[in-house]
């Protein structure tokens, strides 16, 4: 009679072992798939770059500006780049612009208008500015 064969315990259907497998298996091919479509992106945007030229869009903002169209959107805009790129006398004039426009802002646009004015030394004004905050109710008395 022939010895039959036995399969090693590390070759058996161990159910949980198979589950560890194919939980693997998934993610593996997850993974692969999410690093494809990030290239894929990457190159979809260099050549859209490739077609359209590059356009200042804060000089285009400001030559709406001279013409004399007036926004509250437009002044918010060209005040928050004039802010970021700490040209702060742009930023005041851009800011006192949208503040003769309307008065119902977020508070971060009374600090702004506020700090661009005391760079150019005009502290009373800054002041009213955050007065006028004060009224509004944002800022909060220390205790």
């Known amino acids: 009679m022939r010895k039959q064969k036995t399969i090693p315990p590390s070759y058996s259907l161990n159910p949980m072992r198979m589950q560890k497998r194919l939980f693997i298996l998934v993610l593996w091919a997850i993974f692969s798939f999410s690093a494809s479509a990030q290239n894929e992106k990457v190159f979809i945007t260099d050549k859209v770059s490739d077609k359209y030229a590059?356009?200042?869009?804060?000089?285009?903002?400001?030559?709406?500006?001279?013409?004399?169209?007036?926004?509250?959107?437009?002044?918010?805009?060209?005040?928050?780049?004039?802010?970021?790129?700490?040209?702060?006398?742009k930023a005041a004039e851009w800011y006192s612009k949208l503040f003769s426009l309307t008065l119902d802002l977020a508070p971060e646009y009374y600090y702004r208008y506020a700090e661009s004015l005391r760079f150019i030394c005009e502290n009373e004004k800054a002041d009213a500015v955050l007065e006028k905050l004060k009224i509004k109710g944002i800022i909060k008395k220390k205790v």
Do not use: N
Not at 54 to 76: C, P
């Open 54 to 89: 590059y356009v200042d869009v804060m000089k285009t903002y400001e030559r709406i500006a001279a013409k004399g169209y007036k926004s509250v959107d437009l002044f918010q805009k060209l005040g928050d780049s004039s802010y970021s790129h700490f040209k702060l006398e």
